[in-house]
């Protein structure tokens, strides 16, 4: 038996998995986000570990005590500040807070080749512009600094002991030089850091640690080791055997995300297009990242008194695809691919008296499909042949909205049976590899396919006018305009 963790943005997943790869039990424990101030994005990493063990004790004390490894998958960027004692000097500065503009530019400015070591534009949503930001406005938190960790290290230094990251997550720090596989002591450098504040870096299949004796306890399990794990994305493309060159997938959790694995490092920053390494050795991939997707429809859902996302999509569905002039910018925390827009916010265009419910909710489905094919358009201008997507996230449930995602991006959608396990699932095989052994290729297979889903021709050509709208409304949107 191996157990997965996935620390993600709304809450912390836990998933059993047997020896032959099925999933077996799962837990759940939900976690909020602060929002003190506009831009700002925070959770306390005390909440992380409650969460964690809530969702591990939800597991049936059978299943745990048969457990042999553990892996960790998590919400990537977050900024978790250890001081003294290893204890948090603030709330974590979270994946999707847009504070640090100004400081990207700063960084950019003091590391010339910055995009060319660490793959990708500065943006405020990575790990390096946050400790600048806290440098220049919370100066005696910056100077008790001692160890910074990604939200998934945070835990597992909870977990084991030991600050310890993975390739793939620490990539997303914008301190990683992406091609070594290795932190790069410039960039550091220019955020007032060295590598002793840093976790030491292993593969995401390697064991980092052993379980604590009292977390052991506790969870009723033995001291067992813990792997490398991944970023979420990372991990959740090694839950559906995206692994080889030419894989991709689409993930549509809180945040959107369109993922192709690559044999090599193919850096593309001139258009928000993300380079980070694989959460297996030797592999690279890049990234398409929208900062809000499922979180769209929790929110449209709240606005319309709606209670759910399964009533929302049947709202939707009751009208249909197209139904009406009405636009929705998905932009509630700004955007990366391809705008790299910290500031710009969402909104709906063209309403008007004849505007329901139901044609809000489905113009929120199209906006979030109109966002991730634009990102789709630019991994195409990277040379990425796409014309299939492992489709994995909570979004994934609703076939109804593969209609008008697959019409969108104009690519067929395929919807793996479990794939909405998510990023929990890779961390299990991850710490499956990492106790056995084993080619990658090999444990982190494909999952059987549930269902297909290929571009309607008709609501291609349906769709076209409103893509193009979408297309031509954020210049007009933008504080930068």
């Known amino acids: 038996m191996f157990l997965g963790i996935d620390i993600g943005t709304s809450g912390v997943k836990a998933v059993a998995l047997d020896e032959r790869g099925g999933v077996v039990a799962t ?23 409650d969460a964690t063990q809530a969702a591990v004790r939800a597991i049936d004390p059978a299943v745990r005590r048969a457990v042999r490894g553990i892996g960790i998958a998590g ?3 977050g900024a978790a500040l250890l001081g003294e004692g290893d204890r948090p000097l603030r709330p974590a500065i979270l994946w999707n807070d847009g504070r640090s503009e100004a400081e990207c530019k700063a960084l950019e400015a003091a590391v010339p080749d910055l995009h060319a070591v660490a793959g990708n534009l500065a943006m405020p949503g990575f790990t390096a512009p946050k400790l600048l930001w806290v440098r220049d406005h919370e100066p005696d938190i910056f100077a008790a600094v001692r160890t910074v960790l990604l939200p998934k290290d945070e835990v597992r230094l909870r977990m084991t002991g030991e600050k310890v990251s993975d390739m793939s997550d620490s990539a997303g720090t ?4 992406v091609a070594a596989r290795d932190w790069s002591d410039a960039i550091l450098a220019a955020t007032g850091l060295t590598r002793e504040h840093m976790p030491r870096l292993v593969e995401g299949s390697a064991v980092s640690g052993t379980l604590r004796a009292e977390v052991a306890e506790a969870w009723g399990m033995e001291r067992v080791p813990v792997a490398g794990g991944g970023g979420d994305n990372a991990a959740g493309a090694a839950g559906v055997g995206v692994v080889e060159d030419g894989d991709a997938l689409l993930s549509l959790g809180t945040s959107g995300v ?7 490092f193919r850096p593309n920053p001139a258009r928000a297009v993300h380079a980070f390494c694989h959460c297996l050795p030797d592999m690279w991939h890049q990234m398409a990242v929208h900062l809000s997707a499922a979180a769209c429809i929790d929110w449209v859902a709240r606005l319309t008194g709606t209670s759910g996302a399964a ?3 049947a709202r939707a569905e009751s009208v249909g695809p197209a139904c009406g002039p009405e636009i929705f910018l998905p932009y509630l925390s700004g955007e990366r691919t391809p705008h790299n827009d910290a500031e710009v916010r969402g909104g709906f265009l063209a309403l008007d008296h004849d505007t329901t419910p139901e044609r809000l909710a489905q113009a929120v489905l199209e906006g979030v499909a109109f966002a991730l094919a ?7 201008e990277a040379g990425t042949d796409l014309t299939r997507l492992s489709v994995i996230g909570g979004g994934a ?4 909205w593969g209609q008008t995602l697959a019409a969108a991006l104009n690519v067929e959608l395929v919807y793996a049976a479990g794939g909405e396990v998510g990023p929990a699932l890779g961390a299990a095989r991850l710490a499956q590899l990492a106790v056995d052994g084993g080619n990658p290729a090999q444990v982190c297979t494909k999952l059987p396919t549930s269902h297909t889903i290929a571009p309607d021709p008709e609501l291609v050509e349906r769709l076209a006018p409103k893509l193009a709208a979408f297309r031509a409304a954020y210049p007009r949107i933008t504080p930068r305009s």
């Open 258 to 264: 369109i993922f192709v694995a690559t044999k090599d």
């Open 311 to 313: 009533e929302l999509f």
């Open 397 to 400: 449930r609703s076939r109804y």
């Open 374 to 380: 634009d990102g789709v358009e630019v991994l195409r």
């Open 174 to 177: 914008l301190w990683l030089d």
């Open 75 to 77: 919400q990537m960027h």
């Open 27 to 49: 837990g759940v424990a939900a976690l909020t986000v602060q929002r003190p101030h506009p831009l700002w994005s925070e959770q306390h990493p005390d909440a992380w570990w």
